[in-house]
């Protein structure tokens, strides 16, 4: 049955103001740092003023609840008229000296892409030996999002490091920007289906780090990528992204090496999660185990467990295009109406997603890209919503409407550890539902109008 019936078509609202209220997004060096974060041994180094990453470290601290070791190279006001070839080059040598990483990841922001500072040519003078990589990234913040610069960042990790070699049997997966449960998650599918993967990048554990024994935790994590795996990509079966908005390294290492891409939705519900375990099948001849297959049938089951309380229910749901999308399939999938989805990241493949929604489940979610949480709220006391799903920025939105908020995406600064769940695949899948099932429960159960 159609869950609306008004045959208006769904047009899709991009913001034609030019003040932004309430933005959802950040500025590109911060997904550069996440990419760089997610590289064994490898140091951010934001080549900008103190603040450019003051403002990263602060949202990672507050989501991941890890301190980051974000380095800057701090430009003043004489490096807009002399250049900050000098600051970069004392950066990149004061790191050398106090941490020797194996690896030093810059990104450039508003002021060094204006100055117009060559960041490769100062970068390769400012080494004296070969033992450490540098990682040159060009994330100018006046375009794009932290999505931009992830995607930027983790490009030039490839364009840096892939080399032609033997082949490896493994699978490249990019992940883009998620949480490390996520990340564990994609890793436990991928063990059942015994194939051998390299994260291009991987933040599971440098961003949610263990004590160890006696109390120790290293200044530089372990985890993450190592440079050998990177290099290594080139000569895989195949690269998943499983965020599109993070596929120019795929593209790249296609076009270079003939790795061939896949740029897949994010595997969260049934279908995109069905997607994402037949391309792993297509590219690595894995069968699919039955520990997988029972997964998904228990996925299914928790939906019919719910459906009675979530059949028709209105959802709102904001954040980056992958995940939005992803989420308002799922959604459907699970009998609810999303009634309107919003990304501040403008993406090529998020209206047609939403669209094939509508068209699939008979909804009418209205599109919003490229906007802010002003228009996103606007909608939601037009089109009405009894629940949100969005990260901490939502909270105002919920709180004006009276309804629940389920916090996913990043960042998430008033809720604790939701980093270390996933949403993703089939178990995160139903941890998800779950969550959105208890929201509405919680804050409207109601005996004569919910059935028990
Ligand atoms: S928007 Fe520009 S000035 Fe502001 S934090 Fe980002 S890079 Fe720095």
């Known amino acids: 049955m159609a869950l609306n019936e008004s045959s208006a078509p769904i047009k899709t609202v991009r913001k034609t103001r030019s003040v932004t209220i309430n933005p959802p997004r950040m500025c590109q060096p911060m997904g550069a740092i996440l990419a760089y974060m997610g590289v064994n041994g490898c140091v951010p180094l934001v080549h900008g003023s103190q603040g450019c990453s003051t403002y990263p470290r602060y949202n990672i601290a507050r989501h991941f609840r890890e301190s980051a070791e974000v380095a800057v190279s701090s430009l003043a006001e004489d490096a807009a008229v002399y250049g900050g070839a000098r600051n970069l080059t004392e950066a990149i040598k004061n790191i050398k000296s106090r941490?020797?990483?194996?690896?030093?990841?810059?990104?450039?922001?508003?002021?060094?892409?204006?100055i117009g500072d060559d960041v490769k040519l100062i970068s390769k003078k400012a080494l004296t030996d070969d033992t450490m990589k540098i990682f040159p990234a060009s994330t100018p913040s006046y375009v794009g999002t932290h999505l931009t610069g992830y995607d930027n960042a983790l490009k030039t990790l490839v364009e840096t490091m892939a080399v032609k070699g033997e082949p490896n049997n493994k699978i490249n997966i990019i992940t883009g920007i998620i949480n490390p449960g996520d990340i564990r998650e994609i890793k436990n599918?991928?063990?059942?289906?015994?194939?051998?993967?390299?994260?291009l990048s991987d933040i599971s554990e440098t961003l949610d780090t263990p004590i160890l024994p006696g109390g120790h935790k290293p200044l530089l994590p372990d985890g993450g990528t190592s440079?050998?795996?990177?290099?290594?990509?080139?000569?895989?079966?195949?690269?998943?992204?499983?965020?599109?908005?993070?596929?120019?390294?795929?593209?790249?290492?296609?076009?270079?090496?003939?790795?061939?891409?896949?740029?897949?939705?994010?595997?969260?519900?049934?279908?995109?999660?069905?997607?994402?375990?037949?391309?792993?099948?297509?590219?690595s001849g894995a069968s699919i185990p039955d520990e997988i297959k029972k997964d998904r049938g228990r996925l299914i089951d928790s939906m019919v467990d719910v459906h009675h309380y979530m059949y028709g229910r209105k959802v709102g749901i904001f954040g980056d295009p992958d995940l939005v999308s992803a989420i308002v399939r799922f959604c459907a999938e699970a009998g609810m109406n999303p009634t309107v989805a919003m990304t501040a990241t403008k993406h090529k493949d998020f209206a047609p997603d939403i669209k094939a929604v509508n068209g699939e489940y008979k909804t009418d979610t209205q599109i919003l890209e490229g906007t802010d949480l002003y228009e996103f709220h606007e909608v939601v006391k037009a089109q009405g919503a009894e629940l949100i799903l969005g990260n901490s920025k939502g909270k105002d939105v919920a709180d004006d409407e009276g309804v629940p908020l389920v916090r996913f995406g990043f960042p998430v600064y008033d809720r604790v550890g939701v980093y270390r769940y996933s949403i993703m695949g089939y178990n995160g899948s139903i941890y998800l539902l779950d969550q959105m099932t208890n929201a509405i429960l919680g804050h409207r159960y109601d005996p004569d109008k919910l059935h028990q």
């Open 227 to 283: 440079l050998t795996d990177i290099a290594d990509s080139a000569n895989s079966l195949g690269t998943i992204a499983i965020c599109r908005t993070a596929g120019s390294a795929a593209t790249y290492l296609q076009n270079k090496f003939k790795v061939p891409a896949v740029l897949a939705p994010a595997p969260i519900g049934v279908a995109n999660t069905d997607k994402f375990v037949q391309n792993i099948s297509m590219l």
């Open 189 to 199: 599918m991928l063990r059942l289906m015994n194939v051998q993967t390299i994260f």
């Open 99 to 114: 941490l020797n990483p194996a690896a030093i990841g810059i990104c450039t922001t508003c002021m060094s892409e204006t």
